[in-house]
Every structure is written in structure tokens, then in C-alpha cells.
T-cell receptor
Framework: ELKVEQNPLFLSMQEGKNYTIYCNYS?????LYWYRQDPGKSLESLFV?????AVKQEGRLMASLDTKARLSTLHITAAVHDLSATYFC???????????????FGTGTLLAVQP | DTEVTQTPKHLVMGMTNKKSLKCEQH?????MYWYKQKAKKPPELMFV???????INESVPSRFSPECPNSSLLNLHLHALQPEDSALYLC???????????FGQGTRLTVV
């Protein structure tokens, strides 16, 4: 059974600090996505990581993928309050052919950035 | 237009009711999805449609019945639901497998 685990589940951090969220998964996949969800809202796509060693950056967020270690990280640089949200990684289980994703979401990390 | 539109935004229904959730996208995406999300939990995949055909059913109870009438529309028909089916139901679409799925705002369903 596939497990996608995020660490930590809850993160309270001060503005201006750096931190990393980890996403570990238990099966082979070379496609991983990061999403953000604000309370009561839908999911916003942040990053698409499609190969081993992929690194993407947008503003204060940077995501990376190590398919050999089955690990993705989401690094937050100099956090600001606006980054407060729940962050999900999602592993795509569909490896061969097909036109669709089969996303299995991680447990989620609730990030609270304190002034 | 990068929107996935879901209606209604909120729905309260009794256990004997029949209702439908609707989802629409005009991005030309040929893959569409239904997810269920309980409070403080990650989304769980329910159904996947590819080119208007049901591709994946994640062992969802038959009281949930999906329908894809055309490439832009996705419905979820609900009948004889239980209170534990109360959740946020999210629709998503994607262009192809290697691109991200775009999510709608969701329908918050309460079964009483």
C-alpha cells in the first residue's frame, strides 16, 4: 500500500526564518506535485517535479525531488505571514501510458507563520 | 481561462434525497477527476475520467455515481448518502498526465 508521509504535520515559524517540509513516499514514482490549500479553499498548484533531481523555485518557495530516496522537499526562505496555509505533496502512481494522473496526496503540513 | 467551476458551493441534503454536483472546465482538458476531502485530511481520489470514459473508480460506494456528458462537464450524482459522506468534494482537470491537475473551489456537502 502506498504511503505518502509529510513531516512535520504542523509547523509554527517566525517571519524571516527558513524551514523545510519533507515528503516521503513508499513506492516508485518520478512525478510529484506540491499544492497549497488555504482554509476552506481549494488546492492551488505550486510545483510540478517530473524527474530525479528536479528543482523548481517560485518566490520564497523551492521544491526538489530525489526519486532514488523517494523524497521531496519544500524549502521556505524568509517566511512571511502570507505563506500560512496547508501544503500537500502528491505522488502520481500512473507510470506507464495513459492520459490521466492518479494522485495520492501526502498527509499535509499546516504552516503558521507568526509575525 | 484556467478555471474549474463547481456548483453548488454548499449543499445540505437528507439521507433520502437525490442531488447532483456539477463541474465545468473550458481549458480543453481531457482528464477530469473527483476527489473527496474530509476536514483536516488530504484529498482522496474517487473517480477519473479520460476522454469522457471512466478510467478509475477507487472502490467508491454505488451511492456516488459519476457522469461525464461531454469533454467540458463532469457530474457526481448522489443518492441515499450517509452522514459520514459529509465532506468537501473537489473536481479537477488536467491536460495530460504530466501536467498538474487544476482544482475547482469545491462543493461542501452536509448530509443530515
Amino acid at each position: 500500500e502506498l504511503k505518502v508521509e509529510q513531516n512535520p504535520l504542523f509547523l509554527s515559524m517566525q517571519e524571516g526564518k527558513n524551514y523545510t517540509i519533507y515528503c516521503n513516499y513508499s513506492t516508485t514514482s518520478d512525478r510529484l506535485y506540491w499544492y497549497r490549500q488555504d482554509p476552506g479553499k481549494s488546492l492551488e498548484s505550486l510545483f510540478v517535479l517530473l524527474s530525479n533531481g528536479a528543482v523548481k523555485q517560485e518566490g520564497r518557495l523551492m521544491a526538489s525531488l530525489d526519486t532514488k530516496a523517494r523524497l521531496s522537499t519544500l524549502h521556505i526562505t524568509a517566511a512571511v505571514h502570507d505563506l500560512s496555509a496547508t501544503y500537500f505533496c502528491a505522488v502520481d502512481l500512473r507510470r506507464y501510458g495513459g492520459a490521466t494522473n492518479k494522485l495520492i496526496f501526502g498527509t499535509g503540513t499546516l504552516l503558521a507563520v507568526q509575525p | 481561462d484556467t478555471e474549474v467551476t463547481q456548483t453548488p458551493k454548499h449543499l445540505v441534503m437528507g439521507m433520502t434525497n437525490k442531488k447532483s454536483l456539477k463541474c465545468e472546465q473550458h481549458m480543453g482538458h481531457r482528464a477530469m477527476y473527483w476527489y473527496k476531502q474530509k476536514a483536516k485530511k488530504p484529498p482522496e481520489l474517487m473517480f477519473v475520467y479520460s476522454y469522457e470514459k471512466l478510467s478509475i473508480n477507487e472502490s467508491v460506494p454505488s451511492r456516488f455515481s459519476p457522469e461525464c456528458p461531454n469533454s467540458s462537464l463532469l457530474n457526481l450524482h448522489l443518492h441515499a448518502l450517509q452522514p459520514e459522506d459529509s465532506a468537501l468534494y473537489l473536481c479537477a482537470s488536467s491536460l495530460q498526465r504530466v501536467t498538474e491537475a487544476f482544482f475547482g473551489q469545491g462543493t461542501r456537502l452536509t448530509v443530515v
